[in-house]
């Protein structure tokens, strides 16, 4: 089955909801799918950066983005002087900087388009962050990624970074981006057998900064990965999640928020392979959107391949936009190659800030920039609560209140 939804911000509400689709349902698209040729596993990976053409904008996997602000990234050769990456650990976890002929590189999957192959060919040295066997959790493993402060860098500069959760682990990694970048980004995420890894990406880059990144996960036997991306910052923000299964038994949890603000461009752009039977994968993404031509893009594929019997998965995205001016294209892909699924469904929405919600709040002696901070806090905040790590929820409520104070002092001008 092939299922697209486009949703973008407009004078109504726009709301999709695409139930889970029983088994019988799922057969009868997956034989339109197959007709039409249009299936997200045949599109090509390669480490070569020869191998992807220079894109113009008009390709599905570019055409949401600004790629005249990419051109430098686009080009290879990213040789800037780039983030410094800083590790905060336990002693059990192995952190180690490598070259990139390290053997244990590049085995999570491959590079998808020409931005990820450069960073790949680009880069010099990797940074190897290691959960041993048996792990339990217990503080969690930091890793601050910080660029120059008061603006991005001209040259673009590239970086690899591999987490390894062994066998039958348990652990919480924080990889955390701040200051200026001009920055193209791969992320390995090797989930072993048994292992259960929660690891967060927060994007709070300065003013300017563009960031363009693929994270990779692979998941074993039984495996579990809780993978969470919150964007709040930069000028260009564009990053790729992927979620691959090895061996039955995987579950995956991605989740997301975002904070789109004026003259920003976030995009973030899923896709799960269900390759190989008994696999469950959820899929949440929320965001907010203020200001003029301040624009989100949400791009969820989920492929079930025929072997892949016994797949549950679910994708959800919800926008909420704040003022006028601001855009969000949503747009979850569906696509089932068996009929034997436990199920599978998608759901995306685009819709104004609620003026009855704010009218009731006011009505009850509650004034507007309070009222307006409960309704934005109450559309985040189940999201939030399923983040599980208090500082970060915190932080991002903080920076949530700030965003909405902007939006006030720009109404009172």
């Excluded at 780039?82 to 999957?109: C, F, I, Y």
């Amino acid at each position: 089955m092939t299922a697209t939804n486009t949703t973008t911000q407009s004078p109504e509400n726009l709301t999709t909801d695409h139930s889970r689709a029983t088994a019988d349902e799922a057969h009868t698209h997956g034989q339109g799918a197959a007709a039409a040729g249009a299936s997200r596993g045949d599109r090509g990976t390669s480490f070569a950066l020869a191998d992807f053409p220079l894109p113009n904008g008009r390709e599905e996997d570019w055409r949401f983005t600004p790629v005249n602000r990419l051109q430098k990234i686009f080009a290879g050769d990213l040789t800037g002087e780039g983030p410094t990456v800083s590790v905060e650990h336990d002693d059990a976890v192995q952190v180690e900087r490598v070259g990139r002929d390290d053997a244990r590189l590049g085995n999570v999957g491959s590079p998808g388009d020409r931005a990820s192959a450069a960073a790949w060919e680009s880069f010099r040295e990797a940074v190897v962050i290691t959960v041993p066997k048996g792990h339990a959790e217990g503080e969690h493993t930091a890793i601050t990624v910080a660029g120059q402060p008061g603006g991005a860098p001209d040259e673009p500069a590239a970086q690899h970074l591999l987490v390894v959760a062994e066998e039958l682990s348990e652990s919480l990694v924080v990889l955390d981006h701040r200051g200026g970048a001009h920055l193209s980004q791969t992320v390995e995420i090797d989930v072993r057998d048994g292992a259960h890894l929660t690891l967060i990406s927060i994007q709070d880059w300065d003013d300017g900064a563009i960031h363009v990144a693929s994270h990779r996960a692979r998941l074993g036997r039984d495996a579990r990965l809780k993978h969470i991306v919150v964007t709040l910052g930069g000028d260009v923000v564009r990053l790729t999640p992927e979620s691959s299964f090895a061996a039955p038994g995987g579950d995956v949890e991605m989740l997301g928020l975002y904070f789109t603000d004026s003259g920003q461009h976030q995009e973030h752009r899923l896709f799960v392979d269900h390759a190989v039977e008994s696999c469950k994968s959820r899929v949440t993404y929320k965001g907010a959107l203020q200001g003029a031509s301040a624009h989100a893009v949400w791009i969820g594929d989920v492929l079930i391949r025929k072997a892949a019997e016994g797949t549950d998965t679910y994708e959800l995205n919800r926008n909420l936009v704040l003022t006028e001016g601001a855009r969000a294209d949503s747009v979850p892909n569906l696509e089932i190659e068996t009929g034997e699924i436990a199920g599978a469904g998608h759901a995306s929405a685009t819709g104004r800030f609620d003026d009855e919600q704010l009218f009731y709040l006011r009505s009850r002696g509650i004034d507007e920039a309070d009222a307006r901070r409960l309704v934005v806090r109450g559309f985040f905040a189940e999201l939030i609560n399923q983040i599980g790590v208090p500082l970060v929820q915190e932080r991002l409520m903080t920076a949530i209140d700030v965003e909405l104070d902007h939006t006030m002092e720009a109404a009172a001008r």
